[in-house]
């Protein structure tokens, strides 16, 4: 049985930091493709992230690059998004998920998912 945990998440201000991290099991970490992607209250689920198996090939949706770094570390079958400079725009539930497909922005390509994790982002 696949489990993807978020944590991490919590009110900060804008212009403040946080790390995600989403620990996976009941998976082979080290071939699959990990996806962060948020919800913000009334709107669709939005790609964020994306990271290949060996890290090689990080994809970021556009108005993120800069700001947030997605990583991995294969040995602790964790992901980890970096949040700098965060805006309240920000403010969603971020969720992690895995792909056996290459690091793209569908979330259709993506059939396992975490819980989310709420991050709130203070003006």
């Known amino acids: 049985q696949v489990q993807l945990v978020e944590s991490g998440g919590g009110l900060v201000q804008a212009g403040d930091s946080l790390r995600l991290s989403c620990t996976a099991s009941?998976?082979?970490?080290?071939?699959?493709?990990m996806g962060w992607f948020r919800q913000a209250p009334g709107k669709e689920r939005e790609f964020v992230a994306a990271i290949s198996w060996s890290g090689s090939s990080p994809n970021y949706k556009d108005s993120m690059k800069g700001r947030f770094t997605v990583s991995r570390d294969n040995v602790k079958n964790t992901v980890y998004l970096q949040m700098n400079s965060l805006k309240p725009e920000d403010t969603a539930v971020y969720y992690c998920?895995?792909?056996?497909?290459?690091?793209?922005?569908?979330?259709?390509?993506?059939?396992?998912w975490g819980q989310g994790t709420q991050v709130t982002v203070s003006s």
């Open positions: 009941g998976l082979l970490f080290n071939s699959v493709t």
């Open positions: 998920a895995a792909s056996r497909v290459g690091p793209g922005n569908s979330l259709s390509s993506y059939p396992y």
